[in-house]
């Protein structure tokens, strides 16, 4: 089973501020099978990120991945108030599919 | 517009079973392979089940297997979710998720509380 583990836990930032989110496998992820979802309290999680960097349906160009092999990298380049939320990475290049523990962006 | 609409999720006692059902509209579902997603309270996501567009492949976390059961009604577009010997650690809102490995849209979820 691979692992992903999410750094920082918490990110404390402002409005306007860039976002730098980790994401690291505890074994390479094939062919960049990575996703990354926001989920707000009480709501779904909603599909941000697949293929390591393509963006789904709908998402802002503020949001941008990146990374190969075990290291990965969600950034939001300017942070809008509709941005803080808990971040989590998503492989699915193997099974079982596998989540980080998330990464959740607050206001400072 | 893609719908997912889950219920069925209630209150169980251990070793009970229950039946979660999730309504699917808005797109081809015999073509859409369908996956559950359960998150525990507090806690962070894990995939439950995934199940093919014919049905004739599914699949299942270790945590489940031979426990639960997925299936799905493509002539209602519904996907279901067949729950037995219910543990405490099986509380959580388990999400009906459409998509092949990414999970491109999300219903808003059934609780599920095991409890006695």
């Known amino acids: 089973e691979i692992v992903l583990t999410q750094s920082p836990g918490t990110l404390f930032l402002s409005s306007g501020e860039r976002a730098t989110l980790s994401c690291r496998a505890s074994?390479?992820?094939?062919?960049?099978?990575l996703a990354w979802y926001q989920q707000k309290p009480g709501q779904a999680p909603r599909l941000l990120i697949y293929?390591?960097?393509t963006r789904a349906t709908g998402i802002p160009d503020r949001f941008s991945g990146s990374g190969s092999g075990t290291d990965f990298t969600l950034t939001i380049s300017r942070l809008e108030p509709e941005d803080f939320a808990v971040y989590y990475c998503?492989?699915?290049?193997?099974?079982?599919?596998?989540f980080g523990q998330g990464t959740k962006v607050e206001i400072k | 517009e893609v719908q997912l609409l889950e219920s069925g999720g209630d209150l169980v006692q251990p070793g009970g079973s229950l039946r979660l059902s999730c309504a699917a509209s808005?797109?081809?579902?015999?073509?859409?392979?369908m996956n559950w997603v359960r998150q525990g309270p507090g806690k962070g996501l894990e995939w439950v089940s995934t199940?093919?567009?014919?049905?004739?492949?599914?699949y299942y976390a270790d945590s489940v297997k031979g426990r639960f059961t997925v299936s799905r009604d493509n002539s209602m577009n519904t996907l279901s979710l067949e729950m037995n010997s219910l543990r405490a650690e099986d509380t959580a809102i388990y999400y009906c998720?459409?998509?092949?490995?990414?999970?491109?849209?999300w219903g808003q979820g059934t609780l599920v509380t095991v409890s006695s």
């Open positions: 808005g797109f081809t579902f015999s073509n859409s392979v």
């Open positions: 199940i093919t567009g014919s049905g004739d492949a599914t």
């Open positions: 998720a459409k998509g092949r490995g990414v999970f491109d849209y």
């Open positions: 998503q492989q699915y290049g193997s099974s079982p599919l596998t």
């Open positions: 074994q390479s992820v094939s062919s960049t099978y």
């Open positions: 293929g390591a960097s």
